[in-house]
Every structure is written in structure tokens, then in C-alpha cells.
């Protein structure tokens, strides 16, 4: 048996890999970051070329510290999700760059498409789980068939193949030899069916994207093809494939309705597994296909907070009032409470469940006992606020319970937000000691299509807990605290329609 699963994290910043040994420790890791490209306002793009290069050198990199001969038992990925790309299906050379999720390029076809086609946004609500929104791929591609020259000629003539970043790295892994995608990325274009796990031609064709141009769909725990990689290693299978937030939810060991996972980044991304059951929303989350390890379909629901970390680096960066993240703990923690000020960082909107992107951020409760430590722990404690507000809409929904939250990302490091969220979740929120989570399972994934691991219950002996964070805010106290937030964001929800009621 080879020694080693290896993980292609393929990031909007870098591009990593990690090589994992049996227990899900980190045996070897290598990172690298590469160009972002702002050709206009509200546009991102990434150079295709970029992508596959950085991470064929942190293969390369990551195999070499470990020195050691055909130790792969095989290779998993995870990668940024919706991000878009287009190549020639003779050459291998892209057409245009990537389109990065990020992007909002085609805001105005997608309001469009919301104005004059009610039916069919309902229908693409209905099909795809999703919002239409130009974060997704479909847009995308059809922005790039609409401008390059003789794209769309091209693609009708079956010339073209589109892939988000996982079809384009095992497309270059194979050699060209392979174009697949997984459920759970395809489940981020807004082209597909996730109850019948197919593309949909009626969205396809609003969007004049030929079906020839798609990757074949398979699951998320399975043998797309294999990697020739020369002096690397000859015919390693490239075995699994899930978007990063559902790899997060699968390394974290969610395999069960109810289980739900919250990462602490710059935003947050929060996804319950709702089993076999495709849960439509009432409260603004996403459907989306969860990662499985048996090849059939599951569903959970997603959540997102724009700001979360980002509001912490907005004290380093823009307050100036930390030199470093995690201080943040101590100084949090030098005080009782926020001496009443609550603040809403709602710097770009909000999200769910309250979707207005013309709230700002807001402060409330300010008196002159207000000092820089209540600030800083206000901004600390709404990261907890909104998560606790995503999580509450998802029970709603899923009409679930939950037990505990697990937990990850760089914020999750921070012991006062952690111990802050439980009391306030009144759950267990628990910390594993791998906070690689994203990584792992896609190495998880890839491992149980080759028999590296037998079952889940073998995975599940590998998360092990740091620690866990147990509720022990009186009742009352919780209760005070709910009613303030509430009304710090009834206030920068208010403030988004001023203007009308003022005109
Ligand atoms: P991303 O993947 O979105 O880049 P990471 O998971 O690397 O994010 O987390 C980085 C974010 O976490 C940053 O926004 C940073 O401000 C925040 N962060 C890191 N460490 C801490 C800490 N100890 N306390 C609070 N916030 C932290």
C-alpha cells in the first residue's frame, strides 16, 4: 500500500498541496501564491496557465520534501468554486482568462434575467438550488462566448470545453485524456439539475451554451483517470473532487443530516448536511450537493457572511487599533462586555438571512464609556452575531436540530470568539485539531475511491477535537444580548431606506 493521499487545494489566492499519512496528519505541504487580474472595476480574472503551473510546482515541491519514490496512493482536489474557464479542446490553450467568482462582469444579464424572466429564475431557483446571481458560472461562460471572437462558433462547432478549476486540472493532469467534474461543482454553475443530476437544457439554452462544451458529471468519490507526472510518478489515480466549502463540511466528518460545519475566513461559509433530502430554502441560503462517499446524491444548505475576519483586518488595516489578529483575544477579554455598543459590519450589504446590499455598517449603543477594548470586542462578538443568524434561518429551514458546530478557518483560532459563539449558539462548538479541513477532504474523498480508507467510520477516527467550547451565559443574558443585535440591525437595515422614505 502507498504511503500517502495527496491534496490539490487550489485557492483564489494560491495554490496548495498537502500530502496526508493514514491518521490525516499533514506529511508534506507546499504553498503558492499567483496574479490576480483587475482589468476593470468589479472584475477578476486568473491566467489558466497560472493556475495548473503553481500547482504542478507545489506538487513537485511537496513530493520532493518528502524524498521518497511512488508513495502516492492517490490524489484528491478541492478548489475554488463557480470560477469559470473556456479552452481549446485540440490546442489545451484557454480562450480567454479565468473568470473568478468574485467577479460581477455580468450583473446587469442577471438582472436582466430577474426582470424579464420571473418564471424562469424560479425555475432556475427550483432546478439549480441557487440564487441567480453572476457569482455563478453560467454567466460567465456565456460572457466569454458572447466576446471573444469566434467563441461562440467555435463551441457550436464542439471546439471548445469548458471546466470549473477541477475539470481544468485533471483535464491537464490526463493530459488532456479527461473532461469530468463532480456533483458538488457542478451543483455551483447554475446550469445543473441537482435533483436529477443533469445539465439542464432549458437553462442552457437561455444562456446559448452548447451542451457539448460541458464536463461529464460523476461523483465526488470516484476514479476520474489517472496522472502522468513523469519523474512524479506514473498513473496516480485522481480519485475525488468537491468544491472547498464541501470538501470542508466532508473533512470535517458531516456525514450525518443535522451535522453542520462553520468556517471562520474572511467571510464565513457555513453548510448543513440535509442527507438525501434537497432542502428549498424560505430564508435566502443556497441548495447545494454535499460531498458523499457512495457515489449517490446529498444535499445541504449554505449560508455566507461576507465579513467576518475581513472585519478584523479592517482594525489592523484601516483603524489601526491591532497590530495583529490574534491579539484580538486578549484584549476582547480584558473587558466584561462592549459597554452596550454593538456594531453591524455590514461594509458591502448584507447577506443571509436579510439579503440587502444597501445596508452599511452600523454602530449603536455608543456612550462615553465606550473605550478602544468594547470596540474591538463589538466587532469580535458580531462575527458570532451573524453566524448565529445564518444558523438560525438554516434550523428553520431544515427544521433540524443542532447539537454542536464545528468549526474551522484562521478566526476559529480565536479561543474568546469561539467560547462567545457557543454562548450564544447554547451548543457545543468544537474545534478540531486538523483545521486543514478543506484539504482533507479531498484527500478523504480520493483515499475511500482507492481503498486507502475503508469506510467514514475509518475517517472518523482521525477527527480528533483541540478543543470544545461548552454554552455557560445565563438564559437572560443570552436573551439581552439577541434583542440588541437585533436592533443594531433593524438600524443598518434602516439606514438602507432612508433615502427612500426621504425623497
Ligand atoms: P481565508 O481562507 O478567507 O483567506 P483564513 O481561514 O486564512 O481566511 O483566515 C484568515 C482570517 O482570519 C483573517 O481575516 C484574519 O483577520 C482572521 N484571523 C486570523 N487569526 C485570528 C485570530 N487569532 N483571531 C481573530 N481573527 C483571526
Not at 476520474?224 to 464541501?246: F, H, K, R, T, V
Request: with cysteine; aromatic share 10%; net charge negative.
Amino acid at each position: 500500500m502507498k504511503k500517502y493521499m495527496m491534496a490539490l487545494d487550489q485557492g483564489t489566492t494560491s495554490s496548495r498541496c498537502i500530502l496526508f499519512d493514514k491518521m490525516g496528519n499533514i506529511r508534506a505541504k507546499a504553498q503558492k501564491e499567483f496574479t490576480q487580474i483587475y482589468p476593470q472595476e468589479g472584475w477578476v480574472e486568473h491566467n489558466p496557465k497560472d493556475i495548473w503551473s503553481s500547482q504542478y510546482s507545489v506538487m513537485t515541491e511537496a513530493l520532493t520534501m518528502l524524498g521518497e519514490d511512488e508513495c502516492i496512493a492517490g490524489i484528491g482536489i478541492t478548489n475554488q468554486r463557480e470560477t469559470t474557464i473556456v479552452w481549446n479542446k485540440q490546442t489545451g490553450e484557454p480562450v480567454y482568462n479565468a473568470i473568478v467568482w468574485q467577479c460581477r462582469r455580468t450583473a446587469k444579464e442577471i438582472d436582466r434575467l430577474k426582470e424579464e424572466e420571473p418564471a424562469l429564475s424560479a425555475y432556475i431557483m427550483e432546478k439549480t438550488g441557487l440564487l441567480p446571481d453572476p457569482y455563478f458560472s453560467a454567466s460567465k461562460i456565456a460572457w466569454i462566448l458572447d466576446h471573444v471572437e469566434n467563441a461562440r462558433q467555435e463551441a457550436e462547432t464542439g471546439n471548445l470545453l469548458f471546466g470549473t478549476v477541477d475539470t481544468w486540472l485533471i483535464w491537464n493532469l490526463t493530459r488532456g485524456k479527461v473532461h469530468v467534474t463532480d456533483y458538488t461543482n457542478a451543483s455551483r454553475t447554475m446550469l445543473f439539475d441537482i435533483h436529477t443530476l443533469c445539465w439542464d437544457q432549458k437553462i442552457l439554452d437561455y444562456f446559448h451554451i452548447p451542451a457539448s462544451m460541458l464536463p461529464q458529471v460523476k461523483p465526488s468519490s470516484c476514479v476520474y483517470g489517472y496522472a502522468n507526472l513523469g519523474s512524479l510518478g506514473e498513473s496516480i489515480p485522481i480519485a475525488g473532487a468537491a468544491g472547498d466549502q464541501q470538501a470542508a463540511l466532508f473533512g470535517q466528518c458531516c456525514f450525518t443530516p443535522g451535522e453542520v460545519k462553520n468556517t471562520y475566513g474572511t467571510g464565513c461559509f457555513m453548510l448543513m448536511h440535509t442527507g438525501d433530502r434537497a432542502v428549498k430554502s424560505r430564508a435566502g441560503l443556497l441548495t447545494t450537493i454535499a460531498a458523499s462517499a457512495d457515489g449517490k446524491a446529498e444535499y445541504a444548505l449554505e449560508g455566507s457572511v461576507f465579513v467576518a475576519g475581513a472585519a478584523i483586518q479592517w482594525l489592523r488595516d484601516g483603524m489601526h487599533l491591532i497590530e495583529q489578529a490574534p491579539q484580538t483575544q486578549k484584549i476582547c477579554e480584558s473587558v466584561e462586555d462592549t459597554a452596550g455598543t454593538m456594531i453591524v459590519p455590514a461594509f458591502t450589504g448584507m447577506g443571509a438571512p436579510y439579503w440587502n446590499p444597501y445596508a452599511r455598517g452600523m454602530v449603536t449603543g455608543l456612550t462615553r464609556g465606550c473605550q478602544k477594548e468594547h470596540f474591538i470586542r463589538a466587532i469580535m462578538e458580531s462575527i458570532a452575531f451573524q453566524t448565529m443568524d445564518v444558523l438560525t434561518a438554516m434550523r428553520a429551514d431544515a427544521e433540524l436540530s443542532l447539537l454542536k458546530l464545528k468549526v474551522d478557518g484562521g478566526a476559529s483560532a480565536n479561543d474568546f470568539l469561539m467560547q462567545f459563539q457557543a454562548d450564544l449558539l447554547g451548543v457545543d462548538v468544537q474545534r478540531p485539531r486538523c483545521i486543514e479541513t478543506t484539504a482533507l477532504g479531498a484527500a478523504y474523498l480520493a483515499g475511500l475511491a482507492v481503498g486507502y480508507w475503508k469506510d467514514t467510520e475509518e475517517i472518523k477516527e482521525n477527527w480528533q477535537i483541540d478543543r470544545v467550547f461548552t454554552a455557560s451565559m445565563p438564559q437572560e443574558k443570552r436573551q439581552e444580548l439577541v434583542r440588541s443585535w437585533k436592533r443594531a440591525v433593524d438600524c443598518a437595515l434602516y439606514y438602507a431606506k432612508w433615502e427612500e422614505e426621504h425623497d
